[in-house]
């Protein structure tokens, strides 16, 4: 019999996961608004490599619209952590799934980082403080770092998961081509729009698993019948 305890901690991880989920979802589409409304600029310079000029372009002409972009990116780094903590919780690989999360976390610290500087700079250049003194070097390092911790964390994922049923192969699967993807990506940046479709399909099926997961389980847990006394 699940104790209450275990009940309410399993619930948790799938709501967080959920929660996640839906978050990050919904930052990825409002980064797909922001390019199409933006479309002379790169709103996320690190990327794609860049001439110095086209780097600082947003920079020096849509300020605003990088501490908007950069703003939901504060908040897809919050849904994405959230997730795999969630996501983590299906694997039956502890070890593994340790990994996993290590790498997310590590992922998600980076990427704040990175935001934190470029809306730092979007923050000065909108009070019309030149931007020349951007780090660029150091935000394409922080960048590639980023990369590489998602990867190994979508990596170790895949290999944590169980295989016992559809749903958990084809989360191992989209786990494996986000890895297989960006490492091609390294070698090929003209892949990068098609880097985020791994992991946007993981997400998808991430949501609908946690969905399911809180459907078929009730908010408190069955009450085990008292034996009568004598």
Same mark, same amino acid.
């Given at each position: 019999m699940i104790t209450p305890d275990a009940h309410a901690s399993a619930r948790a991880y799938d709501r967080a996961g959920f929660v996640g989920a839906v978050i990050t979802l919904?930052?990825? %589409? &409002?980064?797909?608004?922001?390019?199409?409304?933006?479309?002379d600029v790169h709103l996320q310079p690190t990327d794609l490599p860049?001439?110095?000029?086209?780097?600082?372009?947003?920079?020096?002409?849509?300020?605003?619209?990088?501490?908007?972009?950069?703003?939901?990116?504060? %908040?897809?780094?919050?849904g994405y952590i959230a997730m795999f903590t969630g996501a983590v919780?299906? &694997?039956?690989?502890?070890?593994? $799934? $340790?990994?996993?999360?290590?790498a997310i976390l590590t992922a998600g610290a980076l990427d704040a980082?990175?935001?934190?500087?470029?809306?730092?700079?979007? $923050?000065?250049?909108?009070?019309?403080?030149?931007?020349?003194?951007?780090?660029?070097?150091?935000?394409?390092?922080?960048? &590639?770092l980023k990369t590489a911790a998602a990867m190994t964390a979508a990596g170790f994922l895949a290999l944590a998961l169980p295989t016992t049923t559809r749903a958990h192969r084809a989360m191992a699967a989209a786990a494996a081509a986000f890895v297989?993807?960006?490492?091609?990506?390294? &070698? %090929?940046p003209a892949l990068g729009p098609v880097e985020p479709l791994p992991i946007a399909v993981l997400t998808v099926l991430l949501l609908v698993t946690f969905r399911a997961r809180l459907r078929a389980t009730p908010s408190t847990p069955?009450?085990?019948p008292v034996a009568p006394s004598r």
């Open positions: 919904g930052c990825a %589409l &409002a980064f797909q608004v922001l390019s199409l409304t933006h479309p860049l001439s110095a000029a086209d780097f600082l372009r947003p920079l020096t002409h849509e300020p605003q619209a990088v501490m908007v972009w950069m703003g939901f990116d504060f %908040l897809f780094v919050l919780r299906l &694997a039956r690989a502890p070890v593994l $799934a $340790a990994v996993s999360l290590g980082t990175e935001n934190a500087l470029l809306a730092t700079q979007a $923050a000065l250049s909108s009070t019309g403080a030149p931007v020349d003194g951007v780090p660029m070097t150091a935000l394409y390092v922080i960048a &590639a297989l993807v960006n490492a091609a990506g390294t &070698a %090929l069955p009450i085990s």
